[in-house]
DNA sequence: GATGAATGAGGGTTCATTCAT
DNA sequence: TATGAATGAACCCTCATTCAT
């Protein structure tokens, strides 16, 4: 896969200013997510930690939600990435080899910085927006269905994005809760997971 | 079991309605949570739904969040009662019927009043208590690890906890999506928490 | 100074165990200044401490500042009874032993209970209503007038009045700081109260 | 001595604005403190006196008891710089000159503008924090202390902070109720206190 | 574009006082 | 008379957002 950055004409001094403001204030917005938790995030402590001024924030992001949104964007996209890797890979064969890639690129994803994942977990819900919202999320969640609907022949497709969605979800929940009680172990997770999610897409209705 | 109530001896016209305007509290904040979800739950709101004043509500509920505690513990409560009635009934053998009851209390609970305890959800996250804090919970929690552990010989006390939190979470989740989805089918839910469970528990390391 | 009260008729009983629950009450007002000074007097605390509802409270006391009023006005005429008392020993002669007698009652009156006596002090003040505002603060103050004449002779009486207020306030200012730093060594503080106002009455224009 | 602000550089626009909102806050707060004493003292009052937003103020004053420490910081620094000033003047021989200075540049300050000073005296007892919690009232303090050393030889160093505060205090005392009273005759006022305070120093034990 | 001062609605909580029972 | 539930005005403080410079 070509690097697709490669190929954008190269930006005006203005313009790669620009990028760096953003991405100033994207670190400063997750490391005060991290720190503080949704209660305590707010686009003065954001401004502040990214050494920027409101003023400078609302340039580039027209709400709080705008930033949260965008946070939550990149972290899909990640997950996208990890998910995408993982399937080219090689051909996938059994439903355990597929799952077992869905969820340690979940768990890749989501222990980076479990308690930015976390943070965005709840923020999200609160505003209400899930992580489909976005494009991105969306398309990971096309690409397990996908990647589902091999191992569930005969499947509709809403059945599909519906088990690719709880599966997604069942996976954070179980991910967040290991992160809460401390040090990852990765492996015994991984096997959890996949465990549960076997159990899971075994007891969906066949057609 | 004979009803302890009949020998309790009529409260005091006071008691009674402080009894009655604690009710109606409650009742308003669930309905304003809701209707409104966390963000829109403030006392204010609570009090005006309850046709009461600030003062009282303050009067029965020490802080905004001592009430949310107090929806909680019910919600607890009654997803307690639920759970024994269920293995109160005879002796259940596998482990799939055991969960079932699980599955069954907790779908029951949670469909009860389904906006109502997904908004708890994001607001216990929010402030930082889990349902365990207060003693229902922890009894919930309690009950189920006692419960797999007929089935999980040799596992410790503590992953028996955890499986048993887990268990929770992962049912919670699924119910909550469900919910958000529509209306339920209750009984293919049933299947596909218990498939689920039922996967996740068999991942568990063994002794 | 024959008693009075003893020719008070006997109460009924409605009538003393009406008076029995205004010092009830007053002793609550009085621990509850002490213990949670000006900021955490409140008549709902005061009411709680005295095991008596608040409607009770209001029944006997027309408003939060009547009740601190009649505790200053207590505690004048405690000063007062002592100031008599002192006075009435024998004829005193010198200025310094005149001070000095009333120096005693004030360090008495306002040592027995100290801390009450400053919060009184700050409420008064903030209030609005000095402890001349009740007749027995203002008995104090003319006996102290009439006590300081002796010894000022030509001075008009309304520069009397105003010397024994001044002297009064000294006193009081120079008892609660000595009292903030910890126990009080009575004997030293007298005697530095005492010279302090013969410093001070000594520099008032004479006639 | 140059008048050094001469020299300081244009402040920026921007942070004019904010200097120039600060003092219009504290000169309203000092305003309502005047006019409403302790009790009307509220950071509405003060916003609104001041033409400015409640957000404003608390860009600017963390807390509305910082607002006070700051007026009362101000004020003590008046008073230290009149201090200082009166002791540089040449050097004092007699204690009575030194009192003199003392008590001179204390009438000054406070008569300057006595109801604050007199509000501001309840507050602080009423918050909690003497004058001396800030810096400038503890320099204040030891200013006088050292100058008391002249004349109290052999005085331990806890002893002179003591007779310093006392000295305060009084001195506070009688300038209030002197302006209580209505318009000041300061050089009798002068003369009483500083009789008093020698009476006062005079009593101080002997080592 | 950048700045950061200013805004003000909103929300949690307290407490003196009233009044139905 | 006693009770204590109920009231609601007041107050402190926060923070998303705007806008003059």
């Known amino acids: 896969m070509t690097d697709q950055t490669a190929f954008i004409p190269r930006k005006s001094p203005a313009q790669r200013r620009s990028r760096e403001t953003v991405e100033t204030i994207l670190e400063a917005a997750a490391r005060v997510l991290e720190a ?22 609302y340039q580039y992001f027209p709400s709080k939600n705008a930033l949260v949104a965008e946070l939550s964007r990149r972290g899909a996209e990640a997950m996208l990435a990890a998910l995408e890797a993982a399937m080219a890979e090689d051909g996938a064969r059994t439903l355990e080899q597929d799952l077992r890639r869905i969820v340690r690129a979940a768990i890749g994803w989501q222990t980076a910085r479990p308690q930015l994942e976390r943070a965005l977990d709840q923020m999200e819900e609160r505003v209400g927006f899930d992580s489909a919202a976005h494009g ?19 499947a509709a497709p809403d059945q599909l994005n519906e088990a690719a969605a709880d599966s997604l979800s069942l996976a954070r929940t179980l991910i967040d809760r290991a992160v809460e009680r401390g040090p990852i172990e990765a492996r015994a997770l991984e096997d959890r997971l996949v465990g549960m999610l ?3 897409l075994g007891a969906l209705p066949r057609p």
């Open 36 to 57: 503080a938790g949704p209660a305590g995030f707010n686009t003065n402590a954001v401004a502040a930690r990214a050494g920027v001024s409101v003023g400078s924030l």
């Open 198 to 200: 076997i159990g899971y």
């Open 136 to 154: 991105v999320g969306l398309r990971v969640q096309t690409l397990i269905a996908r990647l589902l609907a091999a191992h569930l022949p005969g």
